[in-house]
Structure formats: structure tokens, C-alpha cells
């Protein structure tokens, strides 16, 4: 036997590769060339002469035999082939067996009795004494927001984008409310500096005093911080968060000799954006939001917070307003917003519609009876005359008023 049967039979890509196609088998048919180090590929189907001849390299070959591998030709009597078809088609039922059986980690701080249910989830409950927000009965925690809960619990670092308006700093105030846990906001729109978030030496009656900044004092303190609109922050403040991000991260108060700050049990980090990851293509609609590196958002469990639904934002417009509100005003006032939203997202508007305009809409036209004057002071004073012009036209589509 000469070295090149030799070497046809040990090469593992060499053979026929099938597939069934009803009354015929189309084939592929892998030979070595006459070349050094180079293939030939035929195709056809059945018995019929090939219709495709030709040469190509090893790398092109795996390309193509992954290529027919998705495609469903196997190698008769090959095993490997099943074998990957049974791993694709078994994954999802492994995945959903893995995942019903495993226990979500418990937080330090939880017992039997010291948390409160939101959904599905249970949240431990913080510690008397923390500025905690204030509740609103009235707000809705759809089913979708189960793996942001979770996340609290399990003490992930959780950033939500989303546009202005779509709730987010509210959904962690509002979980916050429920299970007793004070908040911190830092807002990055230029109002905080690196000594209001990190901290500053002062003198106070004559003396010199260390006043901590709200990353320290959330983390001592065991509060939760939300550090809004992120992606406006100054690098100094990136820089900071850069290592408390780190699995069991710490703060490290160089101004004030080094000292080290690690994290209370309780202490949660939260961040918003506008124009990150998925929003980057609306930046253009935020002016001087920053670039974030991949490395820095890694560090986050990134969510998209969308607006409610139309059906959604109706229900709150019910468990707000109560018997002052019928269920066809408020669908006819959910799909105004919802529209004024696309219009946002199609930038013929330059504002968002938040559910906060939309519940104070719909509160003074309860009190005044007249959609278009309660409109001026909640909607019209707070946009361009060309923004209003176009609500204005959306809001009569949906309400004919008397002429």
C-alpha cells in the first residue's frame, strides 16, 4: 500500500457526507487532491454525475464541513455527528432540569421571617432607621423584572438603560420601599463631584474632619446606592467604582491615609443610564454622555428597562386614580403615551412621555374635566411649540374634543 492510501485512510475529514431529501440523497464527497495539502470537494445528489468539483485548503474544508453539519449531512456510520445533534437538541431540557433544581444563594443577611415577598422573589428586609422611599401602592412589578429581583438578592452589581422616563431609578426605590432598605441617589449630571461621592476633609470649629461622600457611607452604613445616569459620570468617579465593583471589592479612601472601606452585608450598588450598550444608538438624544469600555460594563448585570406596555401603564392608571378613572379612559390615555413614545423613538419628538407625565396628565384633567387645558401646565409648558404641536395632534387622534 503506497503512502498516499495511507494517508487517505488516516485523514478524518476524508469521506462522504449525506443527507436524505426525500426520494434522493444529496452528498458531499471529501478526497485528497492531487496538490500538497489541499482537498477535493464534490457534490450531487443520488446517482447522478457530481455538479460541483473542486480544490480547496484544509481551513476552507472545516469551514465547509461545519457549514454541512448544520445543514444535517452526516458520515454514514459516523458517531460524532449524532452525537452533536443530541448535545443541540438536549440542551435546553438539561438547562430547564439544572435550573429548577438549583437553590438561589440566600443573602447574609436573610432569615426565615426577616424578608418581604415581591412577586416570586423574596427580599430580605433592611434595618430600622434608613432613609428609606417612600412607597407607592399604586406601582406595578411585572413579571419581567423576577431576574432584577433575584440580582438584589444575590448582591449583583445591576446597571439598568433604558430612555428617561421608563422607570428605573423607581423600580429600585420602589423594591427598596417594600423591604425597608434606606437609599442613596448620586446623580452624575454634573451636580456630584468626586469629593461628594468619594468624601472631603473639612474644618469645623477648628478642626479638621473627614466627612464621608455617599459611596462610603452607603457601604459602612449598608444602604443601597444608585449612582444615576452613569454614564455622565467623571473618570475620577469611574475610577472609584472601577474597584468596588470587583468581587469583594472595597473602597480605598487614599485622602485618607489608605483606609480601607469593605462592604456592609446589606450595601447594594445600582446604576442608570440613557445611551449605553443597547442605547447607544440614542445618543445623539443624550448630549454628552460618555463612552464606556466592554471591560467596564462586564463588571454589571445590564438590563433594558422599556417602558410599560400599554395595558401595563393602564393598570397603574387604575390603581392610582381608583373609581375617578374608567378602564376606557385609561386604555385611551395609555395608547397616547405609548404613541408620544414612538414618536419619541423615531426622533419626531425631543421629550419623553414618563408614566410621572402621564399620572399628572391625567390627575389635573380629573380635577379641571378638560383634557387640553390640563394638558398646558403637565405637558405643553415643558417642550418645544413644535413637541407640542405633534402631542397635541396625537392626543385629538385618540379624544375627539368639542368643537
Known amino acids: 500500500m503506497n503512502a498516499s492510501v495511507h494517508q487517505l485512510q488516516d485523514d478524518p475529514h476524508v469521506g462522504r457526507y449525506e443527507r436524505s431529501t426525500g426520494q434522493s440523497t444529496e452528498w458531499w464527497r471529501v478526497t485528497l ?19 460541483i468539483d473542486t480544490v480547496v485548503d484544509l481551513e476552507n474544508l472545516k469551514s465547509k464541513l461545519q457549514k454541512w453539519h448544520r445543514e444535517g449531512f452526516l458520515r454514514p456510520g459516523a458517531e460524532e455527528a449524532p452525537v452533536a445533534v443530541e448535545g443541540r437538541n438536549g440542551f435546553l431540557e438539561d438547562l430547564r432540569r439544572t435550573a429548577s433544581a438549583a437553590t438561589p444563594p440566600v443573602s447574609p ?11 416570586a422573589v423574596e427580599i430580605p428586609l433592611g434595618h430600622a432607621g434608613a432613609p428609606v422611599p417612600r412607597m407607592n401602592p399604586a406601582y406595578l412589578f411585572p413579571e419581567r423584572f423576577a431576574d432584577i429581583l433575584q440580582d438584589i438578592v444575590e448582591n449583583r452589581r445591576v446597571m439598568l ?3 428617561t422616563g421608563a422607570g428605573k431609578t423607581s423600580l429600585i426605590e420602589q423594591v427598596a420601599a417594600r423591604s425597608q432598605h434606606g437609599v442613596l441617589r448620586a446623580n452624575m449630571n454634573g451636580q456630584t463631584t468626586i469629593g461628594d461621592f468619594v468624601g472631603f476633609w473639612t474644618v469645623k470649629g477648628g478642626e479638621t474632619l473627614w ?5 462610603p457611607a452607603a457601604m459602612r452604613e449598608g444602604l ?3 449612582v444615576d445616569e452613569i454614564d455622565f459620570a467623571e473618570p475620577s468617579i469611574l475610577a472609584v467604582l472601577t474597584a468596588v465593583l470587583e468581587p469583594h471589592g472595597h473602597l480605598l479612601l487614599k485622602e485618607k491615609g489608605n483606609e480601607r472601606v469593605a462592604p456592609h452585608p446589606s450595601f447594594r450598588l445600582f446604576a442608570t443610564a440613557n445611551a449605553v450598550g443597547a442605547m447607544s444608538v440614542y445618543r445623539h438624544l443624550y448630549q454628552g454622555a460618555n463612552l464606556m469600555n466592554e471591560a467596564f460594563l462586564d463588571r454589571w448585570r445590564v438590563y433594558l428597562m422599556d417602558y410599560l406596555s400599554p395595558q401595563e401603564e393602564a393598570e397603574v392608571l387604575m390603581r392610582t386614580l381608583g373609581a375617578r378613572i374608567t ?17 419619541f423613538a423615531r426622533d419626531d419628538l425631543a421629550s419623553a412621555f414618563s408614566t410621572r407625565r402621564l399620572l399628572d396628565w391625567a390627575e389635573l384633567m380629573l380635577r379641571s374635566g378638560d383634557p387640553e387645558r390640563a394638558a398646558g401646565p403637565a405637558i405643553y ?8 404641536a405633534l402631542i397635541r395632534s396625537i392626543i385629538r387622534h385618540h379624544i375627539a374634543f368639542d368643537e
Open 211 to 215: 466627612v464621608d461622600g455617599v459611596l
Open 33 to 51: 487532491s492531487d496538490r500538497p495539502q489541499m482537498y477535493r470537494i464534490e457534490h450531487g445528489r443520488g446517482d447522478a454525475p457530481a455538479n
Open 327 to 343: 378602564q376606557p379612559m385609561a386604555n385611551t390615555l395609555a395608547a397616547i403615551a405609548a404613541d408620544c413614545r414612538a414618536a
Open 161 to 163: 438603560i433604558g430612555h
Open 109 to 119: 443577611s436573610q432569615s426565615d421571617d426577616a424578608h418581604v415577598a415581591i412577586g
Open 381 to 388: 409648558a415643558k417642550v418645544s411649540a413644535e413637541d407640542a
Open 224 to 226: 443601597w446606592l444608585v
